[in-house]
């Protein structure tokens, strides 16, 4: 058994796969609450791209936008 100083307590390896445990089922819990996540915000088709090349899935990526009207989306005035 192994153990690491961490501040002024000593922590075994149980010790440590035991706090890994209850964080993973604290996280499922939150993910059953919420369900899974998808983005809402439009994305730069480039930026869309290369996330798509990495491997991120689309539900990660989110709509990507039309043209260069990207930057003011969060905006709600209309063009005159």
Do not use: C, H, N, W
């Not at 922590?11 to 890994?20: K, L, N, V, W």
Request: aromatic share 2%; charged share 30%.
């Amino acid at each position: 058994m192994s153990s690491t100083l961490t501040g002024m307590e000593r922590r075994s390896d149980q010790d440590r796969q035991a706090g890994r445990e209850a964080r993973r089922a604290a996280v499922r819990r939150v993910q059953a609450f919420l369900g899974p996540y998808r983005r809402t915000r439009r994305r730069e088709p480039d930026t869309a791209t290369l996330l798509r090349q990495a491997g991120t899935p689309e539900a990660l990526i989110g709509p990507v936008a039309d043209g260069p009207q990207t930057a003011a989306q969060g905006s709600s005035s209309k063009p005159a």
